[in-house]
């Protein structure tokens, strides 16, 4: 059974992040990320939120994280080069 959410393309067994440790690869704070999802960013608008409470936890994939944080380490490193 996938974590994701209905219809995601979360792969059975993925490693799924909860807020905290999303705010700690990205270094954007939970509320930040909150504000974020709701007004589409491009990472953050892909996290589920785990259950149907308005305060349930949100959740990402790790590896979508992970490759979102190495792309901006990318553009950073072009852009001061």
Sequence with gaps: ???????????????????REISARTGDSPDRIRHLRVVGHELYSRAWKSGLAKNSPLKLEASAVDAWVAQQKRSTSRDAS
């Excluded at 996938?2 to 909860?18: H, K, M, T």
């Design 1 to 19: 059974m996938s974590d994701g959410p209905a219809g995601s393309n979360s792969v059975p067994g993925e490693r799924v992040l909860r807020i």
